[in-house]
T-cell receptor, first 110, second 116 residues
């Protein structure tokens, strides 16, 4: 049972910020939001995760709404190499389980 | 070493064959995972090993048999598969840490399996 909802695809111009939304309206208080991406036919790559505070690392920023029902992954300066499927995941209560949502195909265009 | 390796990269097998997929990590992780990914679909969890013991089986058919011989190795034994089992099989590992802390999974590149 997917616990996240994402748009199937998005376009972004190279050099601009890519903002990828995710809805997780049934998230529980101790469940984290994770973002991974998968470039064609490779294994998924970890990007970032958070619980309730906004997070930033060298790859991206994660903005989580105050009610935690949605989040946005921000790639500040998208490049062609950022073209991939981006998955928003809520880590379920048994912490070893990752259920991937359907993902968003991000197309970065020159 | 922050890498999960998987062999072989590609595998073609008949429905009567027996084959094995191998996964290896040297990050000291004590949780290891098998996922199945069909074309244009997200990865689906199959099995989870925690401290070399099977902790989760997501109702996977018995023609898939996992094995964790030690903390660095994870195998998936395949027997009497069907053409619909053709997919990308992904292995992942993570630290086995407390529930309330983040738990990043590291994925291997996958094995592309074709069942004829």
């Amino acid at each position: 049972d997917a616990k996240t909802t994402q748009p199937p695809s998005m376009d972004c111009a190279e050099g601009r910020a890519a903002n990828l939304p995710c809805n997780h309206s049934t998230i529980s208080g101790n469940e984290y939001v994770y973002w991974y991406r998968q470039i064609h036919s490779q294994g998924p790559q970890y990007i970032i995760h958070g619980l309730k505070n906004n997070e930033t690392n060298e790859m991206a920023s994660l903005i989580i709404t105050e009610d935690r029902k949605s989040s946005t992954l921000i790639l500040p300066h998208a490049t062609l190499r950022d073209t991939a499927v981006y998955y928003c995941i809520v880590r379920v209560e048994n912490f070893n389980k990752f259920y991937f949502g359907s993902g968003t195909k991000l197309n970065v265009k020159p | 070493d922050t890498e999960v390796t998987q062999t072989p990269k590609h595998l073609v097998m008949g429905m009567t064959n027996k084959k094995s997929l191998k996964c290896e990590q040297h990050m000291g992780h004590r949780a290891m995972y098998w996922y199945k990914q069909k074309a244009k679909k997200p990865p689906e969890l199959m099995f989870v090993y925690s401290y070399e013991k099977l902790s989760i089986n997501e109702s996977v058919p018995s023609r898939f048999s996992p094995e964790c011989p030690n903390s660095s190795l994870l195998n998936l034994h395949l027997h009497a598969l069907q053409p619909e089992d053709s997919a990308l099989y992904l292995c992942a590992s993570s630290q086995q840490i407390l529930r309330l802390l983040g738990n990043e999974q590291f994925f291997g590149p996958g094995t592309r399996l074709t069942v004829l």
